[in-house]
DNA sequence: GTCTATAAAGGGATAGAC
DNA sequence: GTCTATCCCTTTATAGAC
């Protein structure tokens, strides 16, 4: 049941499908309304009856994508789980996403800097993932000395970098390190494992 | 003697700085002509007159730009510094670099992103950075004792994922973490010193 | 609902005067 | 070197037939 929605193909569906595709590429004005007609294999008018205007249509996919990835964050945040396991859950979900995924987080990453007024005020929910409990968790770990001393929001904020900055800079990665697509990939499926090891051992309390 | 070009006010020079201005926060897509020439307080025709087309424009600025931000990743490759003062110095420079240019990162990952070939065959520097160096002094504190075992590439990209991302995701985080334009700087300024204890910290050796 | 044809606007590029 | 005027292609959006 990964997916609520009716998978049906529909030409509002193909349209959707399409438009998600390429403005996820290209960004609002690296795409076309052509391109996306071509891609659902219907006629460019037929955009403008489902969705009225291209501004109209990009929403909706940013719309779309903002509450794909949330759910995740919010579990990070809110849920009851130990810090750890919530850590290396977060970290192995994220990367499992996101490499399926690559252009996701750009997308939205280019969106959020672009328009961060409509997107924060117009676009994102208002129910905002609340990281109290994360760092009440945090702070309990700290006290019970379980974990060397931490500003909670400087680990969030380490683990995230760490999860998703690779894979916006694989390209640069792949030519400085001297990776081919191959290498890359299994670099990128060590990371799981790497990061999880990193984050532990910056956080065992000092002897 | 951080410039060594003229820093003169030529139409050239103010058509390129407004060109800089506006591909860094729109990209080649979201930037007009029409305001280039706004910016620079000139006429359109002006622009085609120094710099062909829109194409060769912005290449003009993905070469200057790069060229400005290459430097500091070749000095964390290739110096001899030692390896903890090297990484120091590095999260030290492109925190500061990058607090100061927060648009370029991201100019720079799409570019990267959206046109890899064009990108790494016709603009970068044939001359990469060889991490050669870096992977050997890991290499030899790591045998030393000095530092906890670890792959060279998955520390480099540690780094430098918690310094830039960041800076990347800020509009998302102001939010998620509920913070002012205010509390953000405060924040980002702790960064270089909770990064580098971070990074020491999962680098001291098991006891 | 879906298409063809076309309007309307936008934006890169050039001609030619000064 | 710099400007005004204009060209013309691209792209969004609509009208209207089926």
Redesign the interface.
């Known amino acids: 049941m990964d997916k609520p929605e009716i998978q049906d193909d529909s030409s509002e569906q193909r349209i959707f499908d399409a438009a998600h595709e390429v403005f996820v590429?290209?960004?609002?004005?690296?795409a076309k309304m052509q391109e996306i007609a071509d891609r659902a294999g219907i006629n460019k008018a037929l955009l403008h009856y489902y969705y009225r205007s291209k501004e109209k249509l990009y929403e909706t996919v940013v719309r779309a994508v903002i509450n794909r990835v949330l759910p995740v964050?919010r579990d990070l945040?809110e849920s009851d789980k130990p810090l750890l396991e919530k850590i290396d859950y977060f970290i192995h979900f994220y990367l499992q996403t996101v490499s399926k995924n690559p252009?996701v987080p750009?997308f939205?990453?280019?969106e959020?800097?672009?328009n961060?007024d409509h997107?924060?005020e117009t676009i994102?929910p208002k129910e905002?993932?609340k990281?109290d409990r994360f760092f009440q968790q945090v702070q309990s770990a700290v006290e019970a000395g379980e974990i060397?001393p931490?500003?909670p929001?400087?680990l969030i904020?380490?683990v995230?970098?760490?999860c998703?900055?690779?894979i916006?800079?694989?390209?640069?990665?792949g030519?400085?390190?001297?990776m081919q697509a191959h290498d890359m990939r299994a670099?990128l499926n060590?990371?799981e494992v790497?990061?999880r090891s990193?984050?532990h051992?910056?956080?065992?309390p000092a002897?």
Do not use: D, W, Y
Not at 25 to 30: N, V
Not at 168 to 173: D, E, G, K, N, T
């Open positions: 590429q290209k960004g609002l004005h690296g964050l945040l252009f750009l939205l990453i280019n959020m800097n672009k961060p997107f924060f994102f905002l993932p990281p060397k931490i500003t929001q400087h904020v380490n995230i970098s760490m998703i900055f690779p916006l800079a694989r390209p640069m990665l030519v400085i390190l001297g670099f060590q990371r790497e990061i990193f984050v051992a910056a956080l065992r002897p």
